[in-house]
């Protein structure tokens, strides 16, 4: 079983920045894919950004691309969401997900893909 906690959500103005966090317990952290995804009120859940298992690859959605960067520190378990320019079209319930013994060659941008997924984070942006 993997457990993620996510922290680092909030009330921000538009144009600031956040660092969203989710650490992980177990030992599969390092053979598994991460990825952040977040759900609006009235909206479906929708893919943020995802990081192999190694961190050496990365992708995100268009709509983050260039604001927003995942990273990951597999020594800490840990995988990281840092926001930069946000927008009032962020706000969101922010969800960390794991695939479990991930596909090194495969992206994972489908919700339905991931194993396991956190609690949420509420990051709200104001205008």
């Known amino acids: 079983q993997v457990q993620l906690v996510e922290s680092g959500g909030g009330l921000v103005q538009a144009g600031g920045s956040l660092r969203l966090s989710c650490a992980a317990s177990?030992?599969?952290?390092?053979?598994?894919?991460m990825g952040w995804f977040r759900q609006a009120p009235g909206k479906e859940r929708e893919f943020v950004a995802t990081?192999?298992?190694?961190?050496?690859?990365?992708y995100c959605a268009d709509s983050v691309k260039g604001r927003f960067t995942i990273s990951r520190d597999n020594a800490k378990n840990t995988v990281y969401l840092q926001m930069n320019v946000l927008k009032p079209e962020d706000t969101a319930v922010y969800y960390c997900?794991?695939?479990?013994?991930?596909?090194?060659?495969?992206?994972?941008?489908?919700?339905?893909?991931?194993?396991?997924w956190g609690q949420g984070t509420q990051v709200t942006v104001s205008s």
């Open positions: 997900a794991a695939v479990y013994n991930s596909n090194y060659y495969h992206t994972y941008s489908l919700a339905n893909e991931y194993d396991y």
């Open positions: 177990g030992r599969t952290f390092s053979t598994s894919a």
């Open positions: 990081i192999d298992r190694n961190g050496r690859r990365t």
